[in-house]
Structure formats: structure tokens, C-alpha cells
RNA sequence: GGUACUCUGGCAGAACGGUUAUGCGUGAGCCUGCAAAGCUUAUACAAGGGGGUUCGACUCCCUCGGGUACCUCCA
């Protein structure tokens, strides 16, 4: 597999002989997560679930940043402590992304359970002599690191000539970035310099390296990280340990909102809880892998209905596969010669099925290989549910089993979930579709008879089930609450 | 101002130095008791502007322009 990796701006090869380490930088947890965090963070559960499906072994990790600024602020500013604060978000992260159907990862390491590492951590980059201490706190010296800049591709002069460094007399230079912040508000820890916290970026260098090794295989986030975080991890990373850092840089575009960027301040930020209520989660996963990874995607109602659209024409094939057993076989009595006929046909059939899956099982997997490109992936995908819905004749119980098996690995990638069919249930379900039918088919000669018809699929709908008549059948299917609002 | 990314048909969005991407939408038709859906078919000579390289460029190069992001809050 094959990954855009943004410090050699190649695609580079995943080394996929061993387990592959991945750590991704999780969310700062003072506030509600976003339709941003969201796309991120399903773009590398589609990544661990591909790598997975296909035997490859991970480890992965995602940190929270649980120390900051904005949690001191929003604690104080809601009398409360740091702690509260970050538990609560973090329980409100688990909420949203386990409603969003992402696979837990490895280990959810918070930058507080680290101190020590922290501290151990800033204990041999001054020994190296890339960081000093100040009266203010303990600073990574930027040009003691001469490849600084080689990820964001930015120039320490150019960088230097920026204004908005906050000027600080004690650093050697204004590009130093804070390892340590002095300060005894809480939360504060102890350390050889004095009481304090760990700077933004420490975290990250010291977490990774601790459960990954000093050089693991991919390394990600949000494009936005690219620069001064990521930044900043390699410079300290690799300047303690001599080793290069991470072997892939994996970053993830940008969510705008109706062309705008997502910001507070402008009140446009969609949170995750509100999405998921009005469209589920399929949608929304649907919407994240519409477009590449990196590059940025625009979020709006108009194309959310459109993975809408798709989406029910998705269930409604994995519907019809999942019931064709339970269809009534309508032949009656036949010759053996009409038989014969009838299994040659289906031999035919069930060979361009065949044809049909691998084809586009091909496709999707090399789609994804190939800088897990998931547009191409869901259009395989989405070839096979049209071949299904348009062949609706050709679905037979033998076309189901060799279909299901591939288009389950597919949404099973893709992180796409149905609701388990109920099994006592179901036994209900058919026999209400059955009369129903039954009623409908009378009804032909008497009109009343519709009636009858109508009242059980009301009925139907009452068990949170709604129907679809085919051709030749009636596919009932779970309801969904989507309530298609932006 | 600097840096990076980006500019493909009404919209969304891929691939590829030479062949119709595809999907959504729209039109027509089919199916249909009604619903909802579904099916078939038609429909766009598309590549920000201008140069150049090439037998041939959407694809490579230059230039001009638009957009987005980042430039110590950020997924």
C-alpha cells in the first residue's frame, strides 16, 4: 500500500512485512469534536480497517491532548478543574466516535499519565544541548536543528520575519518553542526546572516514541498540524534520538463548511452530535470518503443528500440479498427438460456474478493500495449494488452467497453498519409481508382488498419497519431516523 | 507578504502523455393499487487565462489569475 507522505512529497510504500505502528494526533479535549475530527479520524479507521481485513497487524495509537491553554481557560472560566474538564470531553469524544462507528484504537494514551516520560524526555534534549532553560520555562532551540522547516517547507528566516511570534526576552530566539511552561496554577507537575506543564508538541514526541519506538511507520493528522506541530515533533524527535522519526507523514484535508472555514467565530462549526442525529453515521462516512483524503472536502446539504441517496440504494441491495431465502420459490411444476434449461441459466448467471465481484473487488482493493484512494473504492462498491438492483431477477439464493461475502468485507472496511437482523422477529415480519401480499394480489379483482394492504404495512411501520416492492418481491428494510437537515 | 496545496462538464469528483471515467442532477420512457424506491435510455467535445515542450497534453514546463490552508489556537 502505497501512502502520499508529505515531508518527501512522494507516495511511499507502507512497510507491511511486520506490524504496522501508527500514531495519529487526537484532539485537544476542551470542547465538543467537529465534522473535522470526524473526517480525520475516519480516513485512519478506514486505513486500520483495510490494513486489518487484509492480515496485517497494527498498533495504534491516539493521544489526548488533556494539558492546554484552552482547558485552563474553559475550566476557569466555568469553575471548574482542568480535570473535569478534559473528562468530560473525553467521554464526549468516545460518544460521538464510537456513535460514528470507529474502531477503538490500540491505546488512547492522555499527555497528563506522562509526565514523567515528559520530563525524562526534555532531560536528554538538554543534555544534548538543543534545549535551555529560562526563568520562564524550558525552550527547543530551532537552529541547533538545522533540517528545522523540512516538513511544512518553510525557511527559518522567511519564518523569522512572521509577527506573530509572541515576543519573549528570554528565548534565544523567537522561533524556540515551549518544552516546559513554568507556572504553579494548577494543573502543575514537578520537574528539575520547576513547577509547571509540558509545552504542546512534547507530548506527542515522548508518547509516540514510548509505544511505537523511535521510528514507526506512519504518523498523521490534520493538514493543520503540518505546521508547527509535526514541525516541531521532528525537530525534537530526531534530534534526541539521531534516528528519523516517523516514515510517512499522512495528512488529511480540511472540512469547509458551504465553502467556509470552520471556526467559532463565524459559528459554523458543525458538531459531531449534531450531525450524527440528523443524518447517522453511514452518511457521514459515506460523505468523508467521498472525495481523496488529501485534499479538502466542502461539507453541505446538498452533498449529503447525495450519500443519502446512495446509501438507500445500499441497503436496499444488501436488504433484498439478505431476504432472497426467505422469498418464495415460485416455480411450479416443471419437465425435467425446463429444468435443465433453468439450472443452465443460472450457471451463466452466477458466472457473470463471479465475474462481477472479482472485478470489482480488484478495483477496490487496488484503489485503496493506491494512496487509499476511497472515491474509486465506493464506486466499486457502488457498482456492485447497481448490478443487484438492476438485476433484480438474477438474484438468486446461489448469487447471494457468493455477493454478500464480498460487499460485508466492503462496508466492513468501510466501516458501513446495518442493524443485525432479528431472527424471533423476522418470523413476524414475513408473515405480515406475506398477507400482505396476499391482500394485494385479491385486490386485483376487488379494491377493497388495498385497504387490508395498506393497514399492514402500517402496522410494519409501526415495528420500525418499512418496505420496498420490487418486481417480484417485497424487501423490507429497518428504519433509519435521518433527518436530512444540515 | 511568505510557503504549501488546488483550479476538470449544472454540481461532486477520479485516472491517465493519445481511448466515453463515474456518480448526482436534468429530459424521456418502463415498472407501479398507492408509497417509497427501482430499472432503461438520452444528455455535457469538460479541463482558470496565456504561452511552451511533444507527432499528440486535462495530464509535463513557464507565466498570469482565482481559491483554500498554514505562518506558534487548530483535525
Redesign the pocket.
Known amino acids: 500500500m502505497k501512502l502520499l507522505d ?1 515531508l518527501s ?1 512522494a507516495e511511499q510504500e507502507v512497510d507491511v512485512s511486520k506490524k504496522v505502528k501508527i500514531y495519529l ?4 479535549v476542551y470542547d465538543e469534536s ?4 470526524a ?3 475516519i480516513v485512519f479507521d478506514v486505513l486500520r480497517k483495510y490494513l486489518e481485513d487484509n492480515g496485517i497487524e497494527i498498533e495504534f495509537i491516539q493521544n489526548f ?1 488533556d494539558v ?3 482547558i485552563i481557560n474553559k475550566a476557569n472560566s466555568e469553575n471548574k478543574t482542568a480535570e473535569e474538564i478534559s473528562t468530560k470531553y473525553i467521554e464526549n469524544y468516545f460518544t460521538d466516535f464510537d456513535g460514528l462507528n470507529v474502531k477503538r484504537v490500540t491505546n488512547y494514551p492522555k499527555a497528563t499519565e506522562h509526565i514523567e516520560d515528559i520530563i525524562e524526555f526534555i532531560e536528554k534534549l538538554i543534555v544534548k544541548d538543543v534545549a535551555y532553560a529560562t526563568k520562564n520555562g524550558v525552550y527547543f532551540s ?1 537552529s541547533k536543528f538545522s533540517e528545522y522547516g523540512k516538513l ?4 527559518i528566516d ?2 523569522q ?6 515576543i519573549d526576552e528570554q528565548k534565544k530566539d ?5 518544552v516546559w511552561k513554568l507556572s504553579d496554577m494548577e494543573p502543575t507537575w514537578e520537574s528539575p526546572w520547576g513547577n509547571g506543564r509540558p509545552g ?1 508538541h512534547i507530548e506527542c514526541s515522548a508518547m509516540s516514541i514510548k509505544y511505537l519506538g523511535e521510528n514507526f511507520d506512519i504518523h ?10 509535526h514541525e ?1 515533533e521532528i525537530a525534537q524527535s530526531e534530534s534526541c534520538t539521531g534516528v528519523q522519526f516517523a516514515k510517512i507523514w499522512m ?6 463548511i458551504d ?5 467559532k467565530s463565524i459559528g459554523n462549526v458543525k458538531s459531531i452530535k449534531h450531525v450524527l442525529e440528523n443524518w447517522g453515521p453511514n452518511i457521514i462516512r459515506l460523505f468523508c470518503l ?3 483524503y ?5 461539507y ?1 446539504e ?2 449529503l ?2 450519500e443519502l ?2 446509501w ?2 445500499i441497503r ?1 441491495a444488501y436488504y433484498e440479498l439478505m431476504q432472497i431465502r426467505d422469498f418464495e420459490p415460485e416455480n411450479g411444476p416443471e419437465s425435467d427438460k425446463q429444468r435443465q434449461s433453468e439450472e443452465e441459466k443460472e450457471t451463466i448467471e452466477i458466472k457473470e456474478v463471479n465475474e462481477i465481484i472479482i472485478k470489482e473487488g480488484e478495483n477496490f482493493d487496488s ?1 485503496l493500495e ?2 487509499m ?1 476511497t ?2 473504492a465506493l ?1 466499486a462498491f ?2 456492485i ?2 448490478f443487484c ?4 431477477n438474477k438474484m438468486t439464493e446461489e448469487a447471494a452467497a457468493h455477493i454478500l461475502p464480498e460487499m460485508k468485507r466492503m462496508m466492513k472496511v468501510l466501516g458501513l453498519v446495518l442493524p443485525e437482523i432479528d431472527s424471533e422477529k423476522i418470523i413476524e415480519i414475513n408473515q405480515l409481508i406475506k398477507l ?1 401480499n396476499e ?2 394480489s385479491k ?2 379483482e376487488n ?1 377493497n382488498y ?2 387490508d ?2 393497514n399492514i ?1 402500517d402496522k410494519l411501520n409501526g415495528l420500525n419497519i ?6 417480484t418481491k ?1 424487501v423490507w428494510m429497518y428504519k433509519e431516523n435521518i433527518k436530512q437537515k444540515n
Request: proline share 3%; with cysteine.
Open positions: 508529505t512529497k494526533c487526537g484532539v485537544t467537529h465534522i473535522g475530527h473526517r480525520t479520524i491532548t492546554d491553554d484552552k530551532v511544512s517547507k518553510k525557511k522567511e519564518l520575519s512572521g509577527s506573530r511570534i509572541e523567537p522561533l524556540d518553542f515551549a504542546w498523521g493528522g490534520g493538514r493543520d498540524l503540518i505546521f508547527p506541530h516541531n495528512h488529511v484535508g480540511m472540512v469547509t465553502g467556509e472555514k470552520m471556526s467521498s472525495g481523496h488529501s485534499k479538502p472536502i466542502d453541505s446538498e452533498l443528500m447525495r441517496v446512495k438507500n440504494q436496499l484503489a493506491q494512496n484512494n472515491h474509486l464506486q457502488y457498482n449494488v447497481s438492483l438492476a438485476n433484480e400482505r391482500y394485494r385486490a386485483k379494491k388495498y385497504k394492504a395498506d404495512r418499512e418496505t420496498s416492492d420490487r418486481v417485497t
